[in-house]
């Protein structure tokens, strides 16, 4: 009985009389216009085994491609994501230059036309307690700021200074419940419509006109402007616009909703109405109100 150590040696050789048939019918079939009976019938034999392993590599070949290809194609969008990240980056700080650049021009031109001594200056701190009550602006004494300047922009109204330091300043803003300034419709200079603007409770970002006469004619739509009354606020800057009119609780008086001119959400720049014939003294406004910082934020 023939063992199987015997019987594989036995194929090994006839595989190897075959490799070598095959190679040697190879170098001489072009000298043959015709192959032999025994090549045809090996060509017949292999050709099966031939188009199954050029299958398999055409496949493999073709995978490894697809391969290649989806790496390249992940590592160049990789890439073209970093650029429009970057790209996209440098657009927004373009927008916010453009933007910032907008904002100047327009504070340059208001500046020039207004007829008050006007101090730029940047809002450099706000409450997020008090967001519509206080914030600090960069500009204190040593820049001409004193106590009860009205802080305005072109658009209107801000507030006025209450705290100076010497490089900074604190505002009370328009908004601010615990204040009120006398008010009155534009164009329309009747003593009657004259009433006192402060902040909303019920509404933080809006103010509230009270104590209108009944008989007052103002409306939906009337623009409030400050009348000058007090002393602390030059007549004539917008506080804003009525956006609903009714009465207080008893009845006896008008009331109006107010929304401010100003967007408080988005204050950077302002300007500081400089006024004139001001006993400053700096000690009045080195107190213990300005100092209290703990809960004001950078912008």
């Given at each position: ?131 519509f ?31 100076v ?8 803003l ?45 409306q ?19 506080i ?30 302002v ?29």
């Open positions: 009985m023939l063992t199987p150590l015997y019987k594989k040696k036995k194929i090994m050789v006839i595989l190897l009389l075959m490799l070598l048939l095959v190679i040697f019918m190879s170098l001489t079939e072009r000298e043959r216009d015709r192959l032999t009976i025994l090549e045809s019938v090996i060509l017949s034999a292999v050709s099966p085994f031939q188009n199954a392993v050029f299958t398999v590599s055409a496949r493999v070949r073709d995978y490894t491609e697809l391969m290649t290809g989806y790496y390249l194609l992940a590592q160049e969008n990789t890439e073209l994501k970093k650029s429009v990240s970057s790209y996209q980056g440098m657009a927004n700080q373009l927008e916010e230059l453009r933007q910032e650049n907008k904002r100047l021009r327009q504070m340059l031109d208001f500046k020039e036309r207004s007829s008050y001594t006007l101090i730029p200056a940047k809002v450099v701190a706000r409450d997020p307690s008090e967001w009550n206080i914030m600090v602006i960069n500009k204190g004494y040593k820049d001409g700021v004193s106590k009860d300047m009205a802080i305005i922009t072109g658009e209107g109204l801000v507030g006025n200074v209450y705290a330091s010497p490089y900074a300043s604190k505002v009370l328009l908004t601010d419940s615990r204040r009120a300034i006398s008010g009155v419709v534009q164009n329309s200079r009747e003593m009657g419509i004259i009433g006192f603007v402060e902040g909303s409770v019920e509404l933080p970002g809006y103010c509230r006109m009270i104590n209108i006469s009944r008989e007052a004619n103002i939906k739509g009337d623009v409030i402007v400050s009348s000058g009354l007090g002393g602390v606020f030059p007549p004539g800057f917008v804003g616009c009525v956006i609903e009119v009714g009465q207080d609780e008893y009845g006896l008086l008008k009331s109006a909703l107010i929304e401010p001119a100003v967007s408080f959400n988005r204050l950077e720049e300007f500081v109405v400089k006024s004139t014939g001001y006993d400053f003294r700096e000690e009045e406004y080195m107190n213990d109100e300005f100092t209290d910082n703990e809960n004001l934020q950078d912008n």
